[in-house]
C-alpha cells in the first residue's frame, strides 16, 4: 500500500488498514467498470459516502458505529476493485469469503465490530441498492423500469435526499477521496 503497509489479502491484519490507503483506491475503483456518463468515472469512494447519506436519511438515529460501517461497506474494494454482483456470485464462495476477511479486518481497525449485526446489514443493503438504482439511472443509461427491476424502487425519491445533485454527479479523483475521508472522520469525532 502506499502507506508503506503490506497488507495479506489472504489473511488480513487490521494493523495493516489504513483511511488514507483505502480512500486513495476507492476514489480511484470506477462504479459500473467506467461505464457511466460524466467527466469523471463515478467511482467506489463516491458510491460509499451516496449510501451512508441513504443510509442516513433512512435512518436518522444510526449510531456513529453503524454510520462507519455504512460508510466502509464496500471498502475491501480498495485492494479487490469493484465486481459487479452477477460475477461475484459466479465466482463462488472463495472470493466471498476473502472479501469478508478483509471487510472485517477493516472493521476491526476501527474499532468496530467485525460483522455487521443482521439487521444493520439489511438496511445497508436497502441504501446500497438504492445507491444503485439512482446511479443506474442518472449514470448508466438505466430506464427507470430497468432500474427497478435489477434494484428495486427507491424508498425516498432523490428530492429528499439532501444535496443529491452533487452526490450524484461524478467527482474527480482528489475530491472523491477527500470527501470520503471528510464522512469518516465527521462519524468518528
Not at 488480513?12 to 470506477?30: F, K, Q, T, Y
Not at 468515472?41 to 449510531?63: G, K, W, Y
Request: hydrophobic share 50%; glycine share 4%; aromatic share 10%.
Amino acid at each position: 500500500m502506499l502507506s508503506g503497509r503490506r497488507l495479506d489479502i489472504l489473511d488480513p491484519s487490521p494493523l495493516d488498514v489504513e483511511l488514507p490507503d483505502i480512500a486513495h483506491g476507492l476514489a480511484r475503483v470506477a462504479r459500473w467498470n467506467g461505464q457511466t456518463f460524466g467527466d469523471y468515472p463515478f467511482s467506489v469512494a463516491q458510491h460509499s459516502v451516496l449510501v451512508l447519506e441513504l443510509f442516513r436519511a433512512a435512518n436518522a438515529d444510526a449510531t456513529p458505529v453503524a454510520q462507519l460501517q455504512a460508510l466502509l461497506h464496500d471498502a475491501p474494494e480498495y485492494v479487490m476493485g469493484d465486481i459487479i454482483s452477477p460475477f461475484k456470485a459466479a465466482m463462488g464462495g472463495n472470493y466471498k469469503d476473502v472479501e469478508n476477511r478483509l471487510l472485517s479486518a477493516i472493521y476491526l481497525r476501527f474499532s468496530l465490530p467485525a460483522t455487521m449485526p443482521a439487521a444493520l446489514a439489511k438496511q445497508v443493503k436497502k441504501a446500497d441498492r438504492e445507491a444503485a438504482f439512482f446511479e443506474a439511472i442518472h449514470l448508466a443509461g438505466f430506464e427507470d423500469s430497468e432500474a427497478r427491476k435489477f434494484f428495486g424502487a427507491p424508498s425516498l425519491p432523490a428530492f429528499d435526499v439532501d444535496a443529491f445533485d452533487r452526490l450524484i454527479r461524478p467527482w474527480p479523483t482528489r475530491e472523491a477521496h477527500d470527501r470520503f475521508v471528510a464522512a469518516f472522520t465527521e462519524i468518528s469525532v
